[in-house]
């Protein structure tokens, strides 16, 4: 009959050291988790920092719905024209030496 206690008692030794390991790990984890969260927070108040020293953003753009019609046309012109000769300007900064116009 002593056997059995002998039996109930590793048992429970061997839970309870089962159970000592899972919490040491898991004091591990919190502790890693707390490190974290404190290199998080300081991210964020430098982040904060950063966009309270760069002050508002520009105010939103208003919709050209109601304006001159001509006047956009203009705009629009002058920016395709624009456009396109940034963009041969780039073509021809790519094209090899013998093959650029000389002016």
């Known amino acids: 009959m002593w056997w059995w206690v002998l039996i109930w008692v590793?048992?429970?030794l061997v839970a309870l050291g089962y159970l000592a390991t899972r919490a040491?790990?898991?004091?591990?984890?919190?502790?890693?988790?707390?490190?974290?969260?404190?290199r998080?927070?300081?991210?964020?108040?430098?982040?904060?920092?950063?966009?309270?020293?760069?002050?508002?953003p520009q105010p939103p753009v208003q919709p050209a719905i109601f304006d001159d019609p001509r006047q956009l046309r203009r705009e629009r012109e002058a920016t395709r024209a624009s456009l396109?000769?940034?963009?041969?300007?780039?073509?021809a900064s790519r094209r090899p030496a013998w093959a650029r116009h000389l002016d």
Not at 24 to 38: D, F, I, N
């Open 40 to 56: 998080a927070s300081d991210t964020v108040a430098a982040l904060q920092a950063q966009a309270d020293r760069l002050g508002d």
């Open 84 to 91: 396109k000769q940034q963009r041969r300007a780039r073509q």
């Open 10 to 12: 590793l048992l429970a």
């Open 24 to 38: 040491w790990g898991l004091w591990g984890q919190v502790k890693e988790l707390g490190a974290e969260v404190r």
